[in-house]
């Protein structure tokens, strides 16, 4: 399963509204998660099942989406959000990530 | 708490192999899934592979079937990743990660440190 993520970079401002969508190549229901990565660090889970906030995540991040399309927003852009944003599918093996959006400050 | 810590930093040559443990702390080891994931320098994530601790079955991405064979010791809670037959395209960064056994829809929620292997003659 091909998941692709647009866009690929965007720039933004302290407390804009961003939205970054993934697109897999067939149905995967919501078996979708999403993951954040800043340079030179392991990634780390945002988002599990499309929806669902990891704990001590902050409430300016969610998901939404079912079947082939998922949007994660950050509500309200912060300084330590700038970093690099990953989809990745657990319907089927082998797992699959997209290829990353980069949050950039404008 | 509950970690995931990989062993060091590794250069190996050409057509060598490298293998990179993964100790589990914190948690009953037979309950999540490890997976392997890795990435280039300045390129994405690209999974590898993954191991039931419980059982001992793996899954690897084709890319990789024949190079990588995983490998887990209950005694010590540890997870192994061999890569053989490295290439330069193998130099990357290692990271294992966790993921529940119950469900799928958990997503990896632990994830160790990361290991560069840089391969060069």
């Known amino acids: 399963i091909q998941m692709t993520q647009s866009p690929s970079s965007l720039s933004a401002s302290v407390g804009d509204r961003v939205n970054i969508t993934c697109r897999a190549s067939?149905?995967?229901?919501?078996?979708l998660h999403w993951y954040q990565q800043k340079v030179g660090k392991a990634p780390k889970l945002l988002m599990f099942?499309?929806?669902n906030l990891q704990s001590g995540v902050p409430s300016r991040f969610s998901g939404s989406g079912s079947g082939t399309d998922f949007t994660l927003t950050i509500s309200s852009l912060q300084p330590e959000d700038f970093a690099t944003y990953y989809c990745?599918?657990?319907?089927?093996?082998?797992?699959?990530f997209g290829q990353g959006t980069k949050v950039e400050i404008k | 708490q509950v970690q995931l810590v990989q062993s060091g930093a590794e250069v190996k040559k050409p057509g060598a192999s490298v293998q990179i443990s993964c100790k589990a702390s914190?948690?009953?080891?037979?309950?999540?899934?490890i997976h392997w994931v890795r990435q280039a320098p300045g390129q994405g994530l690209e999974w590898m592979g993954v191991?039931?601790?419980?059982?001992?079955?793996?899954g690897h991405a084709q890319k990789f079937q024949g190079r990588v064979t995983l490998t887990r010791d209950p005694a010590t809670s540890s997870v192994y990743m061999e890569l053989s037959s490295l290439t330069s395209e193998d130099t990357a960064v290692y990271f294992c990660?966790?993921?529940?056994?119950?469900?799928?829809?958990?997503?990896?929620?632990?994830w160790g440190q990361g290991t560069t292997v840089t391969v060069s003659s």
């Open positions: 990660a966790r993921e529940h056994v119950v469900s799928n829809s958990y997503g990896m929620d632990v």
């Open positions: 914190g948690y009953t080891f037979t309950n999540y899934f």
């Open positions: 191991i039931n601790p419980r059982d001992d079955t793996t």
């Open positions: 067939q149905s995967i229901s919501g078996y």
């Open positions: 099942a499309a929806s």
């Open positions: 990745q599918q657990s319907y089927s093996p082998p797992r699959t």
